[in-house]
């Protein structure tokens, strides 16, 4: 009797259940293969890591006395999708059973469904033992009504008994202190570079390249960075919550040409892999606030990323999907101009966060919202193709984290589903958070005329085609009586503005 299990290269939770007791009669099975590499045109460090960190897991596998089959992404054995592969590696392994942990996409949970049913032997799905709510519960509380996020962290706090005082109220009297986490960064205190680690992964890239998968960006096999064991996650986790978790909520929404990660943790990778477990993360930034080495701000700040944002997009994906992935509230059909995918534009802004997405595969929060993203919403590119291209270009991309922050939070293509209203700004909202536009071609301060940002006129044009369904937004009151309080010729100024740069925009 032999059971084969199956891993993806986004369950590498060693603390899982299942690898606490050594069983001869297990077989762990893991894959590189294209039809993963393939459904979208990744960045080579995500395929070079998600690789490197499945082989480094199956070695530590085999050491701890557990039985493993990997398949390379060059073995010509390889069938390259996890169906066809398992349907040769049953017979071979002489399998009598079928065990699997739920997959964090869609995609991937109905082609799973399918190969173990095909396959006629007996199986179990358990929990991949990762997330704070499980799939299930998350997608029942969300499926009539998706409650706001603060209200859905609130419960998980209570939950979970974090930062409560002894009423069960929260510590220090307030449940959110966003007020206090907008803030510009002037420079100082210095942004601490994150620990970087120095990989060569050249072998492995040769085995990709020869394999013929197509990637985008910058492969760094030579020094690759990420963190690709449990060892070097906790390490990196280590170092956020020593030199950046006290600065973190204070500068979350800061954006500057002088740091292309500021203060945030880098962590998205490791958890996104399970290789970091969030209620670890949590308690790391909830120990440095008990001994003093963060405030109540910044800890509060940070746990409601990981506790708050992450656990209520995970529960919007599972409860909507999959018509989810096909919303396009604003009826959005523009292509993406060419420079998302050579940072060859002269907004310094834009330059900047498509550049260092394209060397690091990272790009930080407010950069995702409010630059790349901003700037999709308001031409109105096709949310399908701006879809693809967060999907692909960040190496800590996965389709149940992506979706719900691309389509929702950003595109507002889900009509008001993740948030209450479009994240949406002009120039104004740039220029106050971050540093790039002194220096910038385009003048932050023009609304039209040759040098005008792009964002005033762009932002105007969004808010103006959309007032018939936006303009009954209570939240977007104060806009639209901007908006009506400017001169008739002022405004077709603008509005002629945005015609002129959208005609024109792969050569913004
Ligand atoms: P920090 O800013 O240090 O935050 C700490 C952690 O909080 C992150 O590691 C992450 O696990 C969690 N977190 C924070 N915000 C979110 C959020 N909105 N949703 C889920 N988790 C969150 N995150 C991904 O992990 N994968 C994606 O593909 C992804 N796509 C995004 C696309 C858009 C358009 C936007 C606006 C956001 C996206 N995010 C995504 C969320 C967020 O930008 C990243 O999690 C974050 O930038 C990762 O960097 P960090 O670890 O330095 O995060
Ligand atoms: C993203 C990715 C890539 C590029 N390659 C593989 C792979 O070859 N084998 C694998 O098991 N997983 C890979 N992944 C991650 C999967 O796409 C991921 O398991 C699903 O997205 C489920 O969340």
């Given at each position: 009797m032999t059971c084969l299990r199956l891993l993806l290269g986004d369950q590498l939770n060693a603390g899982h259940a299942w690898f606490g007791e050594r069983r001869d009669d297990v077989v762990y099975v893991l894959m590189e293969v294209r039809s993963e590499t393939d459904y979208v045109r990744h960045h080579a460090q995500k395929v070079l890591g998600i690789f490197a960190a499945m082989r480094r897991f199956a070695e530590a596998l085999v050491q701890g006395g557990h039985r493993v089959e990997y398949l390379r992404i060059g073995e010509p054995r390889n069938r390259h999708s996890f169906a066809a592969n398992l349907d040769w590696l049953i017979p071979e392994l002489q399998a009598t059973r079928l065990e699997r942990m739920e997959a964090d996409e869609w995609r991937v949970e109905q082609a799973l469904i399918d190969a173990f049913a095909a396959s006629g032997l007996p199986g179990r799905v358990v929990s991949a033992g990762h997330f704070l709510l499980e799939r299930d519960e998350a997608a029942a509380r969300f499926a009539r009504k998706v409650p706001r996020m603060e209200f859905f962290y609130r419960d998980l706090r209570r939950r979970h008994r974090i930062l409560l005082d002894a009423d069960g109220g929260p510590l220090g009297g307030r449940w959110n202190y966003d007020a206090e986490n907008r803030a510009k960064w002037p420079g100082d205190p210095p942004a601490p570079s994150w620990p970087w680690q120095q990989h060569d992964l050249r072998a492995l890239w040769d085995e990709i390249t020869a394999a013929g998968v197509q990637t985008l960006g910058e492969p760094s096999a030579q020094s690759f960075g990420w963190p690709l064991t449990r060892r070097e996650a906790r390490a990196w986790l280590a170092d956020f919550i020593a030199q950046r978790l006290a600065h973190f909520g204070r500068y979350q929404d800061a954006i500057s040409g002088r740091s292309a990660t500021l203060f945030h943790a880098g962590l998205s990778f490791a958890l996104n892999l399970k290789l970091l477990h969030p209620r670890e993360v949590i308690d790391a930034a909830l120990a440095a606030y008990e001994s003093g080495r963060a405030d109540l701000a910044a800890t509060e700040g940070f746990v409601r990323q990981i506790l708050g944002w992450r656990e209520f997009i995970r529960g919007i994906y599972w409860a909507r999907m999959p018509g989810y992935a096909a919303l396009n509230a604003l009826q959005a059909k523009r292509a993406l101009p060419a420079w998302f995918w050579s940072a060859d534009t002269r907004m310094a802004c834009l330059r900047a966060a498509i550049g260092q997405s394209l060397t690091l595969g990272y790009a930080h929060h407010i950069q995702r919202l409010m630059l790349t993203g901003n700037f999709a919403l308001l031409a109105g590119c096709d949310p399908d193709e701006v879809d693809r291209w967060y999907l692909g270009i960040y190496v800590d991309a996965f389709e149940w984290v992506e979706l719900p922050n691309t389509r929702g939070m950003s595109q507002f293509a889900d009509g008001g589903i993740v948030g209450s209203k479009p994240y949406s700004g002009s120039a104004a909202y740039i220029q106050r958070q971050s540093?790039?536009?002194?220096?910038?071609?385009?003048?932050?301060?023009?609304?039209?005329?040759?040098?005008?940002?792009p964002f005033n006129s762009l932002y105007w044009h969004f808010h103006a085609r959309h007032q018939p369904t936006l303009g009954r937004n209570p939240r977007l009151g104060m806009t639209y009586r901007s908006w009506e309080r400017m001169s008739v010729a002022e405004r077709a100024a603008t509005l002629a503005q945005a015609e002129h740069y959208l005609a024109r925009i792969d050569q913004l």
């Open positions: 540093d790039h536009c002194q220096g910038c071609h385009y003048r932050h301060t023009l609304r039209h005329g040759e040098r005008a940002c």
